[in-house]
């Protein structure tokens, strides 16, 4: 078996165990769940933005530990001070340290698109993220067939949810494409492997309609290359490991944004 097999059947097995302890009926008395979500679409969109997703991520399965200190607070509302159009968050606790209350902490902060980063498999899930204060969810095509994210992403349209689907190569990419997701987010890490190579949304660019957003995740760490990118079409960038190694995230975010404005100034001054 694969990580990815393992953490499918551990995460079927904790939502079976969800449901015994928070039924539906008390997911949906939650505070969050009859507010109106903040569009990720929307601010990934925005022209006085940069499309940064940045992500709130303790360890995964490949890089082990990679920030277990950093407070869900003061990184969150550090994210957005520095220019970020918006924030993911993990929430899967065994293999990346996350959890629900990570997200609650930084909606309860911020007021952003917060996509919920975890193995969605059924719909209990997404009445979860809803609950909890998430405003998108992500399905990951490697883990589910068509029929799966067609009613997955129909469901968390009908809470107000916005849904990113990723995709690692050409094979899920036209096995699963369907309207009814809104953010079509192409993850540059080798699922076998674990390589990374942006050359990967590069090469898949071209393939994925301009209805959808397009999002680069995994493996961006410059300025230069998110500039190359959105040559590409690319309007979203989730980047989670190259804030977070650092022991302040929020600043080396705003130090990316920071060097994003000035290569776009630079491009503008060109082009006059």
Known sequence: MTILDNIVQTKRQEVADRKNVVPT??????????????SLRKYLQRPDLNGIIAE???KS???????????VERTSIGYMQAGASALSVLTDNLYFGGKNEDLTTARKFNFCPILRKDFV?????IIEAKSIGADAILLIAAILTKEEVDRLAQFAHSLGLEVLLEV????ELERTLTPHVDCIGVNN???HDFTLTVETSKQLAALIPNEFVKVSESGLSSAETI????????EGF????TFMRTSRPEKACAALVEELNKLKQQQGSFSI
């Open 25 to 38: 009926a008390l997911l949906e008395r939650s505070l969050y769940f009859q507010s109106q979500p903040v």
């Open 189 to 191: 890490r080798n699922l």
């Open 238 to 241: 989730l980047m989670g490991e």
């Open 56 to 58: 709130f991520k303790r």
């Open 227 to 234: 500039m190359e990118l959105r040559q590409y079409g690319f």
């Open 168 to 171: 690692h190569n050409q094979e």
């Open 121 to 125: 498999l059924e719909e209990y899930q």
């Open 61 to 71: 399965p490949s890089k082990g530990i990679i920030n277990a200190y950093a407070p």
